[in-house]
């Protein structure tokens, strides 16, 4: 029988045979018939921490320089033990995308400490307001150096400020090799933004407010620019979601985000939109054997381009304090805030200013001093002087 035949015949054979998830694929011009009367089950260590001795771990700032190249993004392991670590200097920006309960949150938990323990910046913006980045925050990671949470104003400004940091890093790169230098390093800084489909998709949907929607347009452009072209210059973007809308994940950016991740059981439009046509057949294969309730079990493109399964790691309490230890002499970068002028009158306001982050009630405080500052106190003792004279 022909392929198209044997495609056709498809409900008599599962009736038949008593395979109702029977399938067929091809083999060249044959065609292969698969029962799937058996579930799939692939086998994984019960537990699986990411431990210290995987990465290198800076000292120092110069350490951190030395390492920028050997940094990794720690996903999982396959069925094989083959850990899933791509590099960011191959593959600079990553997709991770999971439904509700499938161990998304907690893998970007991981990869937020590990990359903070390999000498990264790590900037973290939440478009929900779930508490695992709340956690991080107050944890005082070293590495982690900006929370941005739910707030437009500050998830704009915090993609505005990666692609100022893109932008002055090109043309500084530029103007060191017109200078004849040409070994240039530069430490990673890597923004995980958290549920920014969501985020995007509330504000170019239909109806939308205007303001908001040209706000998500102006915001969409700059990822798009730092997910093509950041990559020689240390900037790397992980967005992560539910949903994978046109809106939510626009093609102009999905299209430079190279690693690719679907935990829980893929459904087609997450292959549809996240998977190039060329492996989508494998990231189906890939996805067997995936059931509700597995956090953590998902799919991802392997570095030699094929799309397997993989377990995602998961640190428990002792293996967060492990962690911790071994982080506990990677430098401990400046944390940040943004700081946004307000009416004096405005809910959440703080007078003049409204600062968000400790980093702001210091600029708030400086700014208040200067306002006392010996220009102001020299023009009134002349102003106490002339008066005394007038009397």
């Not at 009736?15 to 998830?21: G, I, M, N, Y």
């Not at 058996?38 to 019960?46: C, E, G, H, T």
């Not at 939440?126 to 991080?136: A, I, M, N, S, V």
């Not at 925050?137 to 998830?155: E, N, Q």
Request: net charge positive.
């Amino acid at each position: 029988m022909t392929l198209d035949a044997v495609r056709k015949a498809v409900p008599g054979l599962r009736q038949a045979l008593r395979a109702p998830d029977l399938e067929v694929t091809s083999r060249g011009v044959w065609p292969v018939l698969h029962l799937n009367t058996r579930k799939l089950v692939r086998s994984y260590p019960a537990q699986n921490p990411l431990s210290a001795d995987r990465m290198y771990l800076p000292r120092t700032e110069a350490e951190r320089y030395a390492c920028a190249s050997e940094v990794r993004l720690f996903l999982g392991v396959t069925e094989d033990g083959e850990v899933i670590a791509p590099k960011l200097a191959t593959r600079s920006h990553a997709a991770i995308y999971g439904m509700t309960n499938s161990g998304k949150s907690t893998l970007m938990s991981v990869i937020a400490r590990s990359l903070a323990a390999q000498g990264c910046e790590v900037w973290l913006a939440d478009g929900k307001g779930t508490p695992e980045f709340r956690q991080l925050y107050l944890d005082r990671v070293p590495g982690i150096t900006h929370l941005s949470v739910a707030t437009p104003a500050t998830m704009h400004a915090t993609v505005h400020k990666l692609l100022e940091l893109y932008r002055f890093r090109r043309d500084l790169g530029d103007e060191l090799v017109q200078r004849g230098v040409t070994d240039i390093r530069w430490t990673r800084v890597v923004l995980i933004w958290d549920e920014m489909g969501a985020f995007l998709n509330s504000a170019l949907s239909d109806g939308a407010d205007p303001v908001a929607r040209k706000n998500a347009e102006y915001t969409v452009n700059w990822l798009a620019e730092v997910a093509a072209k950041s990559r020689a210059y240390g900037v790397h973007l992980l967005v992560a979601g539910q949903h994978v809308y046109s809106a939510a994940l626009p093609s102009k950016l999905r299209e430079n985000l190279s690693i690719r991740v679907v935990l829980g059981r893929a459904s087609d439009v997450h292959i549809q939109r996240l998977f190039e046509e060329d492996v989508r057949d494998a990231a189906k294969a890939a996805r067997e054997g995936i059931e509700p309730g597995m956090r953590g079990r998902g799919i991802v493109q392997a570095d030699d381009g094929g799309v397997v399964q993989m377990q995602a790691f998961y640190n428990d309490a002792a293996a967060s304090a492990a962690l911790d230890r071994a982080m506990a002499g990677t430098p401990r970068l400046t944390r940040w805030g943004h700081l946004f002028p307000v009416e004096p009158d405005a809910a959440g306001g703080a007078g003049r200013m409204a600062a968000v982050g400790w980093l702001g009630r210091r600029r708030q405080a400086r700014a208040r001093r200067h306002r006392r500052g010996p220009r102001n106190r020299r023009a009134r003792q002349t102003q106490h002087r002339d008066r005394r004279a007038r009397t």
